[in-house]
């Protein structure tokens, strides 16, 4: 884009930010009561045009807005022939067609070893932006629940094998087993997205549906149809019959869908456009909350007693030539059990101290493996356009990804999304509701990557102040070492109680049965990368049983 063009951009910007007046906030952005869905086509425009900018211009650097950055997704699902792309063509052509963003899956296995939802995070939109999304993380479950409940002779799925080398079966589950699925899964995406609307990215989810008579019709009329976002069979009445069984079940759920009448096609597009409208609407209300109402939401914290682990601190010497000798095999165990893990993903994450010795543990750590086989992240702060996304978002786009053409299925962390409630919870680059929320979304987080069959090791390694200062000061000293130091960690010795305190709180509540923290307290730091080791091959032990 040229320089003229994002002048102009920003100019529009700034004349649709400046003539918000609280009377015009009143008028066109507070929501719009479902009862008054009566404007006519002009009227409509306008709100939508009028929304969408106001969404945009949350996320203005300068001048700086009243409002917090936030963003709208719009999730379309439902029967095919049912007026989707028409009323999304309709949207697209009332509002600025440029700040509309629409992708489009369709509904495939879920891919192995990740979260159902983990394929489709890089399409979420930043903040301030408006996304629709066909298909979604719904189309792929189901596709799921379809090769579940039906024959393949009726859904006429590929036969022999899924993409992901899993058997097809020859026979439907009984309907409590793909029920019990569907009702498990639907809990994980509802807490999924309840924390992306906790995290400034706000949900709009339509259903479109007509009636299987409708649907015929339509199948058998002489247009063009569009690519179908479901892989099944629609002219089958016995698949649309199970089909629409399935999308009972998921509605009934699940109380957040609005459910659109697709038999008139031009009034379904006006309808879907005035739900969208008030969803920017309520988007844009949600964005302007008070301070006040904020710290109204915010419980009493109350902070743990600091365990005697991170206190008193292991002095124990190792002797070098028992270090190197156990070393080399302990290395060989782990690069033995991580090649057997049979494409399984593994995520490493390291926090502690600054100077505790994470960077040295993870050398020794990959130092068996070809470089191929895994990615090293070393997390700082994060870039403007990471802060445009929920938070967890640039670490969800991070992890090891079937989609990915890369060999590596190892991803390790030096520093983690553990940030929120260590360094921006005491640098206040976060509130007190954003780090007090982000425990559970991180156990949640880390609960989905577990239960979808992803290896999750966590360390947390503590040294005293004592020998912390002794390390900055030989860091100073060698030269090849000089860059690890830098002014924020002198700083951050200042706050030492604090990180001492919040790493308290943070291992009392996030030491889930299915992502325990193991912590490595020891001044010794060939003690420390033979113990992370240790714990290494322990968990990948347990994982991998046979091996």
Not at 52 to 67: D, E
Not at 198 to 207: E, R, S
Not at 420 to 445: G, H, K, P, S
Request: contains cysteine; negative net charge.
């Amino acid at each position: 884009m040229s320089k003229k063009n994002d002048t102009t951009e920003d100019q529009e910007l700034q004349a649709v930010s400046d003539q918000f007046s609280k009377q015009v906030i009143e008028q066109r952005l507070t929501p719009n009561p479902l009862n008054l869905f009566s404007m006519d086509k002009d009227t409509l425009r306008l709100a939508l045009v009028t929304a969408q900018f106001a969404l945009r211009a949350t996320r203005q650097q300068t001048p700086p807005t009243m409002n917090k950055p936030t963003g709208l997704l719009v999730l379309v699902n439902g029967m095919e022939q049912a007026g989707k792309g028409t009323a999304v063509t309709q949207l697209r052509q009332w509002v600025d067609p440029r700040l509309l963003k629409v992708e489009a899956t369709i509904g495939d296995c879920p891919l192995e070893h990740q979260p159902i939802w983990q394929a489709h995070t890089k399409a979420l939109p930043r903040h301030g932006d408006v996304m629709v999304y066909f298909g979604n993380w719904y189309a792929d479950l189901l596709y799921n629940v379809m090769r579940m409940a039906t024959l393949d002779e009726d859904n006429k799925v590929k036969k022999s094998k899924d993409k992901n080398n899993n058997q097809l079966k020859d026979k439907a589950l009984p309907i409590g087993q793909w029920q019990d699925y569907l009702k498990q899964a639907l809990t994980k995406l509802q807490a999924f997205e309840q924390d992306l609307a906790a995290n400034q990215t706000k949900l709009l989810k339509c259903w479109f549906h007509v009636n299987i008579e409708t649907l015929q019709a339509r199948l058998n009329d002489d247009k063009a149809d569009p690519e179908f976002l479901y892989q099944i069979d629609w002219k089958s009445n016995k698949v649309v019959e199970t089909f629409n069984e399935v999308a009972t079940a998921l509605l009934r759920q699940q109380g957040d869908w609005i459910i659109i009448d697709g038999d008139d096609k031009s009034q379904a597009a006006m309808h879907f456009c005035h739900q969208v409208l008030q969803a920017m609407q309520t988007a844009l209300a949600s964005s302007r909350i008070e301070e006040s109402e904020q710290l109204e939401n915010v419980k009493k914290f109350e902070p743990v007693k600091v365990p005697k682990t991170l206190i008193n601190i292991d002095d124990t010497e190792i002797d070098k030539s028992e270090y190197h000798e156990a070393l080399a095999d302990k290395q060989a165990r782990l690069a033995e059990l991580l090649r057997a893990r049979k494409g399984r993903h593994v995520v490493f994450a390291f926090e502690g101290m600054d100077a505790a010795g994470k960077g040295g543990a993870i050398k020794r750590l990959v130092a068996p493996l070809d470089p191929r086989e895994y990615q090293i992240y070393n997390i700082g702060a994060p870039m403007l356009y990471e802060l445009q996304h929920p938070y967890l978002w640039r670490f969800w786009t991070k992890l090891p990804n079937e989609q990915v053409d890369r060999i590596s299925r190892i991803a390790i962390f030096d520093r983690t999304w553990y940030g929120r409630v260590l360094v921006e919870r005491i640098e206040d680059f976060a509130t007190d509701a954003e780090w007090q929320r982000a425990y559970d979304e991180i156990n949640r987080f880390e609960a989905d990557l577990v239960a979808a069959g992803t290896i999750v090791i966590k360390y947390w390694l503590a040294i005293d102040k004592k020998e912390q200062l002794k390390r900055f000061e030989a860091r100073e000293e060698t030269p090849h070492k000089q860059f690890k130091l830098t002014d924020d960690d002198w700083r951050n010795r200042d706050n030492w109680a604090d990180y001492v305190q919040s790493a308290a709180d943070m291992l009392a509540r996030t030491n889930i049965e299915d992502a325990p923290w193991c912590v490595i307290a020891t001044n010794e730091k060939r003690q420390a990368r033979l113990d992370v080791l240790d714990h290494a091959i322990e968990q990948l032990s347990l994982a991998l049983p046979d091996n």
